[in-house]
Nanobody
Framework: EVQLVESGGGLVQAGGSLRLSCAAS????????IGWFRQVPGNEREGVSCIGISDTRAEYADSVKGRFTMSRDNSKNMVYLRMDSLKPEDTATYYC????????????????????WGQGTQVTVSP
């Protein structure tokens, strides 16, 4: 079964940090780019970051650039999102998803083509 499972969300004060994890199983992890997305109820899903198949360099949405760091460990089928200097506007449910390519252009991570999604993990940043 193809599966992505996010974890690591929680409640944190503004300025704090969290590290999200995404565990992949049921597919050849090394063949896929992975993206992080977030969504607030009533709002459109927003791309946060993405990382290519064997890249050590991730791409970031302008809204999180300089504060978030994405990495992957292909030996463990894991992807991580380190979030620093969190702001209340970062509050959302965060999802990881897999695609053949990062699908990033000009400061935006597009969700088009991402066909495998996790169930999400809630991040709440208090003022």
């Amino acid at each position: 079964e193809v599966q992505l499972v996010e974890s690591g969300g929680g409640l944190v004060q503004a300025g704090g940090s969290l590290r999200l994890s995404c565990a992949a199983s049921g597919f050849t992890f090394d063949d896929y780019a992975i993206g992080w997305f977030r969504q607030v109820p009533g709002n459109e899903r927003e791309g946060v970051s993405c990382i290519g198949i064997s890249d050590t360099r991730a791409e970031y949405a302008d809204s999180v650039k300089g504060r978030f760091t994405m990495s992957r460990d292909n030996s463990k089928n894991m992807v991580y999102l380190r979030m620093d200097s969190l702001k209340p506007e970062d509050t959302a449910t965060y999802y990881c998803a897999a695609h053949f390519t990062c699908n990033y252009r000009r400061g935006t991570v597009y969700s088009t083509g991402y066909g495998t999604w996790g169930q999400g993990t809630q991040v709440t940043v208090s003022p």
